[in-house]
């Protein structure tokens, strides 16, 4: 059985390896395949660890030595490589700033082991550490056992926050195929996070480290594990491949005539009928109103506008904002309040919108309007 079950973690482990390089090569939407990619790859990195651990690095001192030096186990980087890839994938203009790579920096506490393993090192080769390796590998075996825990707490706020992201498109409307699957991808980490919790729990009580590895050693945390690399690895990869083939589709030009007749209704619909007041607003609801077909409306916004339609209706909203927030009788109003009388479903979704298209908060943006 136990051969059974290392040999369906190496499996998983090499898929990973293969649809992390493909993701990373794909030829749309970079950044979002790349995150995706990153995430299988240290997936399947932390695979290959336990596997080799499995075979006793099969048999080489040097690959046992080498293996203290190398972080096999980044959890620390699970999280917000999830809620990042969910972004890039939803907002066409997303991009890793300042504060996005900051939220990386916690994966600090994945390297202890291996800086510990070169402290010890470097001291014994300088003569200013005793040759004794036992306390250093008890610290190491110590540290690895509660570092589980914030590596635990970063996978589960950072699922409860992508959860919470997705939820604010659903109430705004905006559910569509990908936002189908990266619902379905948060919900696979946070039901392996589940997984985790119960091992996790008495794994980290000292008197019971020892009998969870001797009984179960880490097959009921890398079979999941190695589940959601099977699983990410081929969907992922589908609705990559499924992205560009729409995009091909939505690159065939458009009639002249077509586009106009379009366009203006569009226009009909936002400046004189203001269905972007409409906190629900969705394509199929513009289709209607309009008499045009979803797939016409989105082909014309994105050839001739370069927008989609959410960032087509929510210029209009955010627009209405900066005309309500100049106005002398709003001072009492909260840009909560202001928000939702513009269209927009919730606060989060508004900073987040309103930042896209002005590149400033909307307090910032006041402050300058006041200024000029």
């Not at 075979?55 to 690959?63: A, E, R, V």
């Not at 010890?120 to 080769?125: A, I, K, L, R, S």
């Not at 002249?256 to 004189?272: H, I, N």
Request: aromatic share 16%.
């Amino acid at each position: 059985m136990k051969g059974l079950l290392q040999t369906i973690i190496l499996l998983g482990t090499i898929q990973g390896i293969i649809v992390s390089i493909l993701l990373f090569y794909a030829p749309n939407n970079r950044l979002a395949n790349r995150l995706l990619g990153t995430f299988i790859l240290l997936m399947a990195t932390a695979s290959f660890g336990v596997y080799a651990g499995f075979k006793d690095w099969f048999g080489s001192h040097w690959l046992v030595f080498l293996s203290n030096f190398v972080p096999l186990v980044t959890g620390m980087l699970f999280g917000p490589l999830m809620y990042f890839y969910i972004r890039a994938f939803l907002e066409p203009g997303f991009r890793l700033g300042r504060r996005e790579r900051l939220q990386f920096l916690p994966a600090i506490i994945d390297l202890g082991p291996p800086l510990t393993a070169i402290i010890f090192v470097t001291g014994v080769y300088t003569n200013t550490i005793k040759n004794v390796p036992g306390p250093w590998g008890a610290f190491i075996d110590d540290y690895n056992v509660y570092a589980d825990i914030p590596r635990w707490l970063s996978v589960a706020i950072y699922t409860y926050i992508s959860l919470k992201y997705l939820a604010g498109y659903q109430a705004a409307g905006k559910v569509t195929p990908g936002w189908l699957w990266l619902r379905q991808f948060a919900r696979g980490i946070a039901a392996f996070a589940a997984v985790w919790l119960v091992y996790l729990v008495p794994y980290v009580i000292p008197r019971y480290t020892d009998m969870m590895l001797d009984s179960f050693n880490w097959y009921p945390i890398y079979i999941p594990m190695t589940l959601l690399i099977y699983w990410l690895g081929i969907r992922g990869y589908l609705i990559s491949y499924q992205q560009l083939v729409t995009d091909k589709k939505s690159d065939i030009p458009l009639p002249a005539g077509t586009v106009d007749t379009t366009l203006r209704s569009l226009k009909k619909a936002m400046e004189e009928d203001r269905l972007y007041l409409d906190t629900g607003l969705s394509l199929q609801q513009v289709a209607e109103h309009t008499g045009l077909s979803p797939k016409t409306i989105s082909a014309v916004l994105n050839q001739h506008l370069g927008k989609n339609f959410n960032e087509y209706v929510n210029s209009y909203r955010v627009n209405l904002f900066k005309e309500k927030l100049l106005q002398a009788d709003v001072a009492q109003l909260t840009f909560a309040g202001l928000a939702y009388d513009c269209g927009f479903s919730s606060p989060a979704t508004f900073q987040r919108v309103f930042k896209q298209h002005t590149g400033m908060s909307p307090s910032e943006f006041r402050k300058t309007a006041m200024k000029m």
